[in-house]
């Protein structure tokens, strides 16, 4: 598989006052980024040798969680991502494959510069993605909230209370959005002003190539 590279990742700084931004991203195509929900630790699915997952799940609701790297290698791979014009995502890539037996050709880059960076509640429900395949999210730096929220509890016109699940994507996490998560559920990530320091994240997708 050829590297995959996205030239000066750019940046989206925060406006004035609370609304919601995505931070910068550039997306490429390889070659051939609390609450009440029970968390518990789960069996090892297959590849995933030596790490040890948690499961968080809610109604309609299916993650794994995991610290895919240790803090010496998260440390270098986010020291590439920060300095290099490049950025090279063939080497996370296998290390998902190998611990999710999972499969990706897509992977799209975010960059937070600070706490205030940060992106608004939606679903990764694009047509191109691979019906019911899941989605790997890898971060690196700074630690930062990551919240889902239940499609029947949003915006006024609610039809019910669901509660919000929270949890920390900590420097060289993987985080497995399963299906049927982004059917049901929209995720975020808040602003957190207090936070100074960068992060990088790397989603993993499957997308099925479209005719010309």
């Known amino acids: 598989m050829d590297r995959f590279l996205v030239k000066g990742a750019p940046k989206c700084p925060l406006g004035k006052g ?4 995505e931070a910068g991203a550039e997306a490429a195509t390889l070659g051939e980024d609390g609450g009440s929900a029970r968390k518990r630790p789960r ?22 969680y995991t610290v895919l790297f240790g803090k ?13 014009v490049e ?13 999710t037996g999972q499969t990706f050709n897509f992977v799209l880059v975010n960059r937070y510069k600070d706490g205030c960076d940060h992106i608004g509640e939606h679903r990764d429900d694009e047509r191109e993605l691979a019906p019911g395949s899941p ?3 890898v971060s690196f730096g700074a630690c930062r909230d ?7 509890s949003r915006g006024k016109a609610r039809s019910r209370d669901v509660a919000v699940v929270r949890l920390e994507l900590a420097h060289g996490s993987l985080l497995m959005m399963n299906h049927p998560t ?8 808040p602003v957190r002003r207090k936070i100074l320091a960068p992060r990088v994240n790397l989603t993993f997708r499957r997308v099925v190539p479209t005719k010309k």
């Open 18 to 21: 609370e609304k919601q931004e």
């Open 43 to 64: 069996r090892e699915p297959p590849g995933s040798a030596g790490h040890s997952w948690r499961h968080i799940q809610a109604e309609g609701l299916d993650c794994d």
């Open 72 to 84: 010496a290698e998260a440390d270098g791979i986010f020291r590439e991502l920060e300095e290099e």
């Open 87 to 99: 950025y090279f995502t063939e080497r996370v890539r296998e290390r998902v494959s190998g611990a």
């Open 135 to 137: 989605i790997a999210s």
């Open 146 to 152: 990551f919240c889902f929220r239940h499609k029947d």
């Open 182 to 189: 982004n059917t049901h559920w929209y995720h975020s990530l």
